[in-house]
């Protein structure tokens, strides 16, 4: 097994896309019948989670398949082929075209019906309307002054180093953090290696990595563990708890981000199991010029399980409606508590 530090790279759709444009036969079949075989084949030989999202792709295409024929207009196809696409479960499967955009129901169906925060009580109750910002950050102290809260709603949001440090400095007095990443969807990895650098890194193992490498649906290369860097931005390592709130809607580059909370003893996920999506996609260009992705890779845990379909927290709270009607977030609560006692 090797080893790798971040930052990982992600794969490019558009270049690839382009790429298989280029290469593609000028004479590649363009009717419904060949596109569809040809996003059922690439899907066949390239997705990494038949295993984990229990689908029998054979008779996925059993069931599609009929439905295609030569006199079908474009829209007709497309809406086929995103049905069949949707059966995988999969955030990070799209087909693209000039007219519409396929997303999985499913997925974005469980993130918004399973939220596990109300975005009203906690602005008027704990960052409150005199919160700071400070960069792609919400903060506030909270507790009579001895929490920490920040709240981070997307990791497209850059993150800078100095604004971590002032952060971390303006509640050096508190005795422990709460970060809040749920509903955060996702975004660039690298905002994760830079807000995991203020914590202790040496080098420990966060996850390891394995793509997608041959026709067959168990085919892979070989696991890459995927290691922190040696370094601390701070002088002094943050080693106070830290409490990281999920939910569904954390998705993506936030469950990375949880994943790799397993490597810092100081750190506990609370809320509800994140959203998934720990695959990195990638895809190309269809005969008749829409694009594809879909996931292939997959990311295995330190503690050896593939939690593509939502990684647990430490401790489940569910966002309590009595509570909420009382102004209270009690996922916040039983994340301070810990923190407090």
């Not at 997705?47 to 006199?71: L, T």
């Not at 709603?153 to 005795?175: G, W």
Request: negative net charge; charged residues 20%; hydrophobic residues 35%.
């Amino acid at each position: 097994m090797r080893k790798k530090h971040f930052p990982i790279l992600c794969l490019s759709i558009l270049f690839f896309a382009s790429c298989e444009r280029a290469f593609m036969e000028q004479d590649e079949p363009k009717d419904p019948i060949s596109v569809f075989d040809y996003l059922w084949n690439k899907v066949d030989q390239q997705y990494a989670f038949f295993d984990v999202k229990g689908v029998d792709w054979d008779s996925v295409r059993e069931i599609y398949r009929p439905k295609v024929h030569d006199d079908m207009d474009k829209e007709s196809l497309f809406h086929i082929c995103a049905a069949m696409l949707n059966t995988l479960q999969d955030g990070h499967t799209n087909l693209f075209s000039s007219f519409d955009v396929s997303r999985n129901d499913s997925v974005y169906y469980r993130m918004i019906a399973h939220k596990n925060i109300d975005e009203k009580v906690v602005i008027l109750n704990y960052l409150t309307l005199n919160h700071h910002s400070t960069g792609a950050f919400s903060h506030n102290a909270i507790c009579n002054g001895k929490v920490a809260y920040v709240r981070y709603d997307s990791f497209e949001n850059t993150i800078s180093e100095d604004v971590l440090k002032n952060i971390v400095n303006r509640y050096k007095d508190c005795q422990g953090m709460i970060i809040d990443l749920r509903q955060n969807s996702g975004g660039s990895i690298n905002n994760i290696r830079i807000l995991l650098s203020i914590f202790d890194n040496h080098k420990q193992p966060l996850y390891a990595t394995q793509i997608k490498s041959g026709k067959e649906h168990d085919a892979f290369t070989d696991l890459e563990t995927v290691c922190a860097t040696d370094t601390c931005i701070l002088e002094t390592p943050y080693n106070k708890p830290v409490a990281v709130l999920i939910d569904r809607g954390s998705y993506s580059a936030t469950s990375f981000f949880a994943l790799c909370t397993m490597g810092y003893p100081n750190i506990r996920l609370f809320g509800d199991y994140s959203g998934g999506g720990l695959g990195l996609p990638n895809g190309g260009a269809l005969p008749n010029g829409w694009v594809y992705r879909f996931s292939i890779t997959r990311t295995i845990a330190i503690d050896g399980h593939n939690y593509e379909n939502g990684v647990p927290p430490t401790e489940r709270v569910i966002l309590d409606p009595t509570c909420v009607a009382q102004g209270i977030d009690n996922v916040i609560e039983a994340a301070a508590d810990w923190i407090l006692n």
